[in-house]
């Protein structure tokens, strides 16, 4: 079991900069390819980055490529995810999500509570 605590969300203008956290509760942190999920009002869940258990291997979505950057740090079992140049269609609920692999996937296995993150034009 895994368990998941997100940070770091809040309100920025359009061209500002976000760091979200994930602090990890699993014995497994090592083991666990990690990634977030954003959901925006009236839409589904969809994919932003995903990072494998090693941190060597990435995955991002298409709209966020070049923009963000998730990295994984096994020291505080923590998974970030640096949003930078904002628009306000990253506007969502983000979601960190582990799964029971150490290999990036658009797949995973548990779930955060998520944290809002609202960007303004």
């Known amino acids: 079991q895994v368990q998941l605590v997100e940070s770091g969300g809040g309100s920025v203008q359009a061209g500002g900069s976000l760091r979200l956290s994930c602090v990890a509760s699993?014995?497994?942190?090592?083991?666990?390819?990690l990634g977030w999920f954003r959901q925006a009002p009236g839409k589904e869940r969809e994919f932003v980055a995903g990072?494998?258990?090693?941190?060597?291997?990435?995955d991002y979505a298409d709209s966020v490529k070049g923009r963000f950057t998730i990295s994984r740090d096994s020291t505080k079992t923590t998974v970030y995810l640096q949003m930078n140049s904002l628009k306000p269609e990253d506007t969502a609920v983000y979601y960190c999500?582990?799964?029971?692999?150490?290999?990036?996937?658009?797949?995973?296995?548990?779930w955060g509570q998520g944290t809002q993150v609202t960007v303004s034009s």
């Open positions: 999500a582990a799964r029971n692999s150490p290999y990036v996937s658009r797949e995973y296995d548990f």
């Open positions: 699993t014995r497994a942190f090592n083991r666990n390819a």
């Open positions: 990072i494998s258990s090693s941190g060597i291997t990435t």
